[in-house]
């Protein structure tokens, strides 16, 4: 069964902390994802990369960098957290063709207090 | 601005009736349409998808509707059922090459026994 795995589902952080938000894909894809859901805004893009190295900017970066060294592994890291990056976490991959679409994780919850 | 609108935030139905859940779009160069569904503490897991060649695709209980001139497409669930309670997030790309899907903010159905 092919996987997108989460590290931790549940974290919580102080302000001010350096975080990291591990995702790693059992599934050769090339794509990977950083996705935010919050209530009423739905699923916000923050950072993609379409290959090992490569990354993009989403539609919600700031406050955000991401890391892809290897091809199964792509993290997220809050380089301060704060209050407002509060929110569930999730990370998707796809291969480079086909139409369906992305595999996602489970989730992490991350609260900052 | 929200490329792609599900304006309803939650829908209740009754066990075995129909669920129609709606979803409209702005950009006109996307073609490629998805519905997830996420179940709470899980990740989104992909449904069914339409291209925008077609107005219709079906697969089991579950059916999606587009019509491009209205920019609006729909899932029907024919009969709901109780397993059926979960968000729904409506999902549009602009082609295969694209490697972003540009999620709806969800709609939470609740079917009724």
């Known amino acids: 069964d092919v996987k997108v795995t989460q590290s931790s589902r549940y974290l919580v952080k102080r302000t001010g902390e350096k975080v990291f938000l591990e995702c790693v894909q059992d599934?050769?894809?090339?794509?990977m994802f950083w996705y935010r859901q919050d209530p009423g805004l739905g699923l916000r893009l923050i950072y993609f990369?379409?290959?090992?190295?490569?990354?993009e900017k989403g539609d919600i970066p700031e406050g955000y960098s991401v890391s892809r060294e290897k091809k199964e592994r792509f993290s997220l890291i809050l380089e301060s957290a704060s209050t407002n990056q509060t929110s569930m976490y999730l990370c998707?991959?796809?291969?480079?063709?086909?139409?369906?679409?992305?595999?996602f994780g489970s989730g992490t919850r991350l609260t900052v207090v | 601005d929200q490329q792609v609108k599900q304006n309803s935030p939650s829908l209740s139905v009754q066990e075995g009736r129909i669920s129609i859940l709606n979803c409209d779009y702005t950009?006109?160069?996307?073609?490629?349409f998805l519905w997830y569904k996420k179940y709470p503490a899980e990740g989104p897991t992909f449904l069914i998808s339409?291209?925008?060649?077609?107005d219709k695709n079906e697969d089991g209980r579950f059916t999606v509707f587009l019509n491009k001139s209205a920019k609006h497409l729909s899932l029907h669930i024919v009969p709901s059922q109780p397993g059926d309670s979960a968000v729904y997030f409506c999902?549009?790309?602009?082609?295969?090459?694209?490697?972003?899907?540009?999620f709806g903010s969800g709609t939470r159905l609740l079917v009724r026994p």
């Open positions: 998707a991959s796809r291969p480079v063709t086909g139409l369906y679409g992305y595999t």
């Open positions: 599934m050769d894809h090339e794509n």
């Open positions: 990369s379409y290959d090992v190295k490569m990354k």
């Open positions: 950009n006109s160069m996307f073609d490629y």
């Open positions: 339409i291209s925008s060649i077609k």
């Open positions: 999902a549009a790309s602009d082609g295969d090459s694209s490697y972003k899907l540009i």
